[in-house]
């Protein structure tokens, strides 16, 4: 399937996506301005916030949708950037299967190609306009076993294929679950044998040196001789496969561009990911691992309604301006949040220090101020604002403030008792005591409701 740059603006145009009205950081959020929430930063001069959704499939692998219609559909959703990362799989390795998408059967187990890839970079293309919407090409390195991660901003591309993306040495035979056949009949005991096994870490690490590595300027015969470090990456739905990421095994290399984990997934919270069945938190392993992340929130569209759904996770982004660099600014200075909620601001800072930020404290009483806003009907309602540290299996609670809501332009300022000898970082949760509360959740997290929101960690130096 070729795409060209008429198509896409054909296709906004059609849904006045396109229209260059006024710069999207001039209004309110939203389509329709319906929570009329200011995107003015309250705790960080110089910067306002949007809306962005950058995990998003298509045709182009096990979505269902077209991906000509996808930019317009979360722009005029009210979504102010977005990224399309349909999966990476096998077939950098493998090469093209001829079909009706271009190169690939569109039964999405392939994953992307090299047409599929030029083509998402063509529409992103189409698509981006700066100071107004901002449309990013990437791409999901899919291990059935390790897990996902999703790449954004590189030249070039890679797959599990190519990187030994296994946790146990069992090398092809993680692909069978999507094989025509034989595959869906042996991938439980696949799985059974996965989890049966330790993992070290050594799976991730061929993946590392490819992130680790320049591209290359010309092209080349082995994908694996290129690389991706003009990209940033992040952990996707941390823990929904068995292996991990090889349990977050860290490396320093890419401390600086592994910036994200997903903590909303679609509908899903995935601080509790793997609780009821006596695993750790993912949250938790990662930030104990050292990676320094910012939490995102993201709707994993695989339908046709990208941007729309109500529910589904969606990251605010505080930037300095509305366009590929300054989102990707955004993203490395973990100047984000994630929530399930539309035209909601959550702002947080602590000891006067931006939420992703390193700070210094050892011991004693953290200052908080938090910034909570959608709009008039939001007013005086009543959330709980949750410490949390690291703890087994689940992050400590380490203190609970109600709040109420103030009007637009006020803060809400508490402290709280934090030790860096309890640990090296801490997360700010917003909940809301009158939604039902997750279903794995303990007795510590059950009486602040369900959560819609979660602060970027903020980092500890005693």
Known sequence: MTVSRRTVLKAGAASGALLLARPALAGSLGPTKEFSTSRRSRLFPGTSLVHADLHNHTLYSDGDGDPALAFASMRAAGVDAAALTDHA?????????????????????????????AATRELADGANVDHSFTAVRGFEWSSPTLG???????????????????TTGSGLAQYLHAAPGF????????????????????????????????????PVAAAVLSGG?????GFNHPGREPGRFGHFAYDARLAERVVSMEVFNRGEDYLFEGFDAGQGSPLVECLDAGWRVGLTGVSDEHGTDWGYPDGKGRTGLYVRELTR???????SSRRFFSTRLRGLRFGAAANGKQMGATVSHRKGLMRFTVDVDRG???????????????????PTVVHTERISVPADGGLVRF???????????????????????????PSAYTASGGAIAYASPFFLEP
């Open 325 to 331: 660099a300054g989102l990707r600014e955004a993203m």
């Open 229 to 233: 470090n003009d990209g940033l990456a």
């Open 183 to 218: 595959g869906p009949a042996l991938s439980p005991t696949v799985d059974a044998a996965v989890r049966a096994l330790p993992s070290t870490g050594l799976g991730m690490k061929a993946f590392y040196d490819w992130l680790d590595r320049a591209p290359a300027t010309a």
């Open 376 to 394: 008039p009907e939001f007013v005086g309602k009543q959330l709980d604002v949750q410490v949390l540290m690291t703890g087994a299996p689940l």
């Open 89 to 117: 799989t096998v077939s950098k390795a493998l090469g093209e299967i001829e079909g009706p998408c271009g190169g690939g059967a569109c039964s999405g187990a392939e994953g992307i190609d090299e047409k599929r890839w």
């Open 148 to 166: 996902h991660i999703n790449v954004w901003f590189t030249e070039d591309w890679i797959d599990p294929l190519s990187t030994a993306g296994n």
């Open 415 to 441: 402290t709280a008792p934090v030790s860096a000898d309890d640990g090296r970082w801490v997360v700010l949760r917003l909940t809301d005591p009158a939604e039902k509360p997750d279903s794995r959740a």
